[in-house]
């Protein structure tokens, strides 16, 4: 190819390149050009159906403060002009000037980087230390797993704690910081630290969306999304499942909930749902900021899982030791579609929460010294509880055939047996790729029939009163 075709071409790719930018910038409404003069909560009447009419105009929604009645929004001058002309009552909750980062205790990437090395450093016999993938901009996103025997896949549980979907809610990297300190300096002297890292596979990722955070610390305090293409996406809009399925995110680049062009398409999401698939953990927290929720599957309005009653009591419980409010998003939040918690149950049946960190009055970036040791000592308990819980009810084994290899590839039917000896189906569980199942339930007792496909291998009867069963079934 002749130098000058080469030049033309380069030429002519950069020249469409600009009139789509111009093109897609010219197609933003003003609103949405303005610059955001502050944080503003706006007192509702009807929560639903103000937090549908906010969406709909892809408002900036920040969060809520529901003892209160309040609807927080990121705002321009033209929107809070546009609030105040329809009546609503607001309240400034931040005003300031949005391109100023926030205190520098807190922890960009690459600290969040030289911490992980840090600690696996220090513990190297019980921790270890992987990338799970790159950035848009091509930054390591990094986990720490923290285990006896830490190189060895192990057929125990697995957790997963993960925070920073969200590039502005810097708290919540903290609470993983924490978690790996209080586990690693306190193995070997606390009973109960050793006994969980002894028995389970404990997965950190503190800070998923590296890219976006370091655009908060390189002049954006308010940027939230990754950095794809200058306008970003939403990661936690982007996951496959019921994505843009509910009016719970937006096809528009400039909304702070923009999808992506299709599901799955960032690296970051792609990075944590290899982890999942991976590690398949029973249980998972993923931290956001703020509202004092806790929040469990599933976003879209109407939908509950399969095992509702058991996700939800454990969700009140987390919820009853943080004083947070519990349930589902379309509930006590908003419709959410694309999230991660979502597409980890329906995927993979792994019982996971959002824990929205703080109130509207700490807002996004408290004050470090005031408020970052109050939250994650308050966090502390939630976290630990779950670790907890994996010995709660519920049944764990391995199925093995009678050659003693483990069979995979199948899926428990579990009924539960009523007082009138009635049977209700919870759920068919998917195997584990080493053989092994989890099965999170309430007291009761219960049928599990393990089946290839529609042909039923055997069955076992179990009953649960408040601690974990073992059974290790064999198929002959």
Not at 352 to 370: C, H
Not at 409 to 428: M, S
């Amino acid at each position: 190819m002749s130098k000058k075709l080469i030049l033309f071409l380069c030429i002519s790719f950069f020249y469409q390149q600009s009139l789509f930018a111009h093109e897609r910038l010219s197609s933003i409404p003003d609103e949405f050009k303005d610059e955001k003069v502050g944080i503003m909560g706006v007192k509702y009447s009807d929560y639903h159906l103000e937090m549908l009419k906010f969406a709909s105009r892809d408002y900036d929604v920040t969060g809520v403060d529901l003892k209160a009645g309040f609807i927080d929004l990121a705002v321009s001058q033209i929107q809070l002009d546009k609030l105040t002309s329809e009546g609503y009552e607001i309240v400034i909750r931040n005003e300031k000037n949005f391109f100023m980062a926030p205190d520098t205790e807190y922890q960009n990437p690459q600290e969040i980087e030289d911490f992980l090395k840090r600690m696996n450093e220090t513990y190297p016999e019980i921790s270890k230390l992987v990338s799970i993938g790159n950035s848009v901009e091509g930054r390591n996103i990094w986990a720490i797993k923290i285990s006896d025997n830490p190189e060895v896949d192990e057929v125990e549980p697995a957790i997963l704690y993960n925070s920073m979907h969200h590039a502005r809610e810097v708290m919540t990297p903290e609470i993983g910081i924490d978690m790996a300190e209080y586990l690693l300096s306190r193995y070997g002297s606390d009973e109960k630290v050793t006994k969980w890292v002894d028995e389970n596979e404990i997965w950190i990722v503190p800070m998923l969306n590296v890219d976006g955070n370091n655009r908060v610390w390189s002049g954006d305090s308010m940027w939230r999304k990754n950095t794809r293409n200058s306008y970003g996406v939403d990661i936690n809009r982007n996951y496959p499942h019921e994505w843009g399925a509910c009016n719970g995110s937006s096809g528009s680049t400039w909304s702070q909930t923009y999808r992506g062009p299709s599901a799955a398409s960032e690296p970051e999401t792609r990075a944590l749902m290899g982890l999942v698939a991976n590690v398949k953990p029973v249980f998972d927290i993923s931290y956001h900021s703020y509202s004092e929720l806790v929040l469990y599957p599933y976003g879209c309005q109407g939908q509950r899982t399969e095992t509702h009653q058991i996700i939800s009591k454990i969700g009140r419980k987390i919820g009853e030791i943080l004083d947070y409010r519990p349930g589902t998003p379309w509930e006590i939040l908003y419709g959410v579609d694309g999230g991660d918690v979502d597409w980890m149950y329906a995927a993979h049946q792994v019982i996971p929460y959002v824990i929205e960190l703080n109130s509207a009055r700490e807002g996004f970036q408290p004050r470090y010294d005031v408020w970052r040791d109050r939250t994650v000592e308050k966090n502390r308990p939630a976290w630990q509880y779950l670790l907890d819980r994996l010995e709660g009810t519920g049944v764990r084994g391995v199925l093995k055939n009678r050659d003693g290899e483990v069979m995979t590839d199948y899926t428990v039917e579990v009924l539960k047996i009523n007082e009138n000896l009635t049977q209700t189906k919870i759920q068919d569980y998917k195997g584990n790729p080493d053989g092994s199942f989890h099965i999170i339930l309430n007291e009761g007792n219960y049928k599990l029939n393990f089946r290839y496909g529609a042909r039923s291998m055997m069955t076992e009867s179990i009953s649960l009163n408040d601690s974990r069963v073992e059974i290790n079934p064999v198929i002959e």
